[in-house]
């Protein structure tokens, strides 16, 4: 736990001057870091990060999603996490995984509402 508040002191001293400068293309290379380290740290807590493709995914989606959402506005970013939702489901149907779908209702419910 102090480590991961550590790391979190450290990240915000280091991309808090990211947020002065947010109109230059260092914005979305750094939102698409700081997203990629805490699916990263997601999948670990819940043990996710075993399910290699479903990590690849879910690390492509998080470097995809701030880039999306900079140069392509919200239907952009909604049509992102629509395809994000739809490789997950195929993914876990394919393996017959069932933790993964039960996890996935979630976002499923808010990308259909």
């Known amino acids: 736990m102090k ?18 400068f947010s109109h ?19 999948l ?9 493709i479903f990590s690849v995914i879910s690390l492509l989606f998080a470097l995809s999603a701030p880039f999306a959402a900079y140069y392509g506005g919200f239907s952009s970013l909604m ?12 993914y876990a149907v394919i393996f017959q995984l069932t933790e993964i779908l039960n996890r996935l209702y979630s976002t499923l419910f808010i990308i259909a509402y």
Not at 24 to 36: C, D, F, Q
């Open 79 to 90: 049509l992102t996490t629509a395809l994000y939702a739809l490789l997950c489901v195929l």
């Open 44 to 52: 670990t807590c819940t043990r996710l990060i075993r399910k290699r």
């Open 24 to 42: 230059t293309v260092v914005y979305p290379i750094a939102m698409a870091i700081l997203s990629a380290m805490g699916v990263f740290e997601m």
């Open 3 to 20: 480590v991961r508040i550590i790391i979190g002191v450290i990240a915000v001293c280091v991309f808090l001057p990211v947020l002065i």
